[in-house]
């Protein structure tokens, strides 16, 4: 089965934090992605990466920065942790092939004070 | 903006087949059908994807109109751990977006 982990089910950090959420996956996918959902809001797309030390803005990059040094593993980076940046945020990972579903982790309930 | 149409929610008695419908008139002739479910305070999982045939797997089974403008995800024998929100999302799986767009979804109670 493929398996997408993060780092944290929950985290609470302070406003003005520097916070890092670590995703691996361990199925060689080449593809990864971060997502937040808000309620009401649905998904949405913050980076996703096609390769290593590649990335690609999603639809709300700002306020967030990504880091991919290795395949497996994807990292999202709140440079200054703000309130408006409490949130359920997802990692997922697809392979370039085929169907290209993706496969999320379990999510980081991430809230800031 | 979510390319696709479904019920708010939808209740279903244990044991029996749980069929969610999807409405996705505007659909490409490169677009699969994709459908994902969230269990509460979980991440996203795919259960099925399909292009014109109709799909089987371990999870569920899709049925796709010959005019692909609709289709229906079948849980055959719905339990309790089945309740859910479930989406389903068109996309072309080569070129396009990798994002996918999740609308509201249907929310599936399994009732016992």
């Known amino acids: 089965d493929v398996k997408v982990t993060q780092s944290s089910r929950y985290l609470v950090k302070r406003t003005g934090e520097k916070v890092f959420l670590e995703c691996v996956q361990d199925?060689?996918?080449?593809?990864m992605f971060w997502y937040r959902q808000d309620p009401g809001l649905g998904l949405r797309l913050i980076y996703f990466?096609?390769?290593?030390?590649?990335?690609e803005k999603g639809d709300i990059p700002e306020g967030y920065s990504v880091s991919r040094e290795k395949k497996e593993r994807f990292s999202l980076i709140l440079e200054s942790a703000s309130t408006n940046q409490t949130s359920m945020y997802l990692c997922?990972?697809?392979?370039?092939?085929?169907?290209?579903?993706?496969?999320f982790g379990p999510g980081t309930r991430l809230t800031v004070l | 903006d979510a390319k696709t149409t479904q019920p708010t929610s939808m209740d279903c008695a244990e044991g029996r087949a749980a069929n969610l419908p999807c409405n996705h008139s505007?659909?490409?002739?490169?677009?699969?059908v994709y459908w994902y479910r969230q269990i509460h305070s979980q991440g996203p999982q795919y259960i099925i994807h399909?292009?014109?045939n109709n799909e089987t797997n371990e999870m569920a089974s899709l049925i796709i109109t010959e005019d692909r403008k609709s289709s229906t995800l079948i849980l055959p024998h719905a339990t309790l751990r089945d309740t859910a929100v479930y989406y389903c999302?068109?996309?072309?799986?080569?070129?396009?977006?990798?994002?996918?767009?999740f609308g509201k979804g249907t929310k599936l109670t399994v009732n016992p």
């Open positions: 997922a990972s697809s392979t370039q092939a085929g169907g290209r579903e993706q496969f």
């Open positions: 199925m060689d996918h080449e593809n």
């Open positions: 990466s096609y390769d290593v030390k590649m990335k």
């Open positions: 505007t659909i490409s002739g490169n677009e699969y």
């Open positions: 399909g292009l014109k």
């Open positions: 999302i068109v996309r072309a799986t080569q070129g396009g977006s990798e994002k996918l767009v």
